[in-house]
């Protein structure tokens, strides 16, 4: 009975030899195929640690299945502890070489793993700056005016970097300011073009009461900028809750639709686009 287990033993132990040497030949590839191409000294390092454990694994249970089967065969008494005395010596002579390194290698893990992490932080942020930037050009809600019923429907181009930008802001305390314009292209360029463009007009539709004038400013400073590939349609219109007008300019920009007493007027372009002449002049309407 003893002898047919270690005999089972035996078989049990070449086997996993068997399974954990292929493990092994296939990091040895590895390794050599990376130390060859001259990878990076962490990764190199790693997978030489990791098949240094595959092959002390291969040779411990090598050992096992020689010494199960040794025993089992019934050899002379004095045979049977050289034999296991050999195979001990031997592990143990493998974890003492490859030994010291397990510590070096786990803490190359650790590093690699903490890069690794702080690299899928550096890719979700790039993930979602675009959108964070897009959400200030395009917002998904629209701050709450007194007296105004606020709705948007937008739809995006291709990409999250556009020059897509909209905006309502209050710009006196009876006057609120709404806007809508496009930049050409699409790409991180247009993107700080439309950005640029919002925030000046805001400034600019705050220091001068008529639309146009605002619009002839932001065109001398957009183009003053030196972008000659890009251009800016923009409409921008001003409620007046106390005098109960609506005063606008457009600058290139499709029509924008008015409705009011059921009747729908189109409020057309009063100027040629952004940046496509410095000097050029605008006009607005009531």
């Known amino acids: 009975m003893t002898t047919s287990l270690l005999a089972v033993a035996a078989l049990g132990c070449l086997t996993a030899a068997l399974i954990w040497g292929r ?32 092959l002390h694994t291969t040779v411990l249970y090598l050992l096992l299945a020689v010494a199960c089967a040794a025993t089992a065969a019934r050899p002379p008494q004095r045979v049977v502890p050289v034999v296991l005395f050999g195979a001990v010596l031997v592990t143990v002579a493998f974890t003492f070489a490859f030994g010291r390194n397990f510590v070096r290698d786990a803490r190359l893990v650790q590093s690699r793993s903490e890069l690794e992490r702080r690299a899928q932080e550096v890719l979700s942020q790039e993930e979602l700056a675009p959108r964070r930037w897009a959400a200030r ?16 429907v937008y739809q995006a181009g291709t990409g999250l970097m556009a020059g897509d930008f909209y905006d309502v802001f209050p710009v006196a305390s009876s006057r609120i300011a709404a806007v809508i314009g496009d930049v050409t292209g699409h790409g991180i360029e247009p993107s700080i ?94």
Not at 23 to 30: D, F, G, I, L, N
Request: charged share 25%.
């Open 193 to 286: 073009t439309a950005f640029q463009a919002k925030y000046l007009l805001r400034v600019f539709l705050r220091q001068y009461r008529d639309p146009a004038q605002a619009l002839e400013e932001l065109n001398a400073q957009m183009a003053a900028m030196g972008r000659p590939e890009e251009l800016i349609s923009l409409c921008v219109i001003v409620f007046d809750t106390e005098a109960g007008t609506l005063r606008f300019a457009s600058a290139g920009h499709p029509a924008a639709w008015l409705w009011h007493d059921r009747e729908v007027r189109p409020l057309r372009s009063t100027g040629p686009l952004l940046m496509l002449d410095p000097g050029a002049s605008y006009h607005s309407r009531e």
């Open 137 to 152: 050009l395009a917002p998904d809600e629209l701050p709450d005016v007194t007296g105004f019923e606020l709705g948007r």
């Open 23 to 54: 493990s092994a030949r296939q990091r040895h590839k590895v390794w050599r195929r990376m130390a060859a191409n001259g990878g990076d000294g962490d990764a190199t390092t790693i997978a030489l640690g990791d098949y240094r454990k595959d």
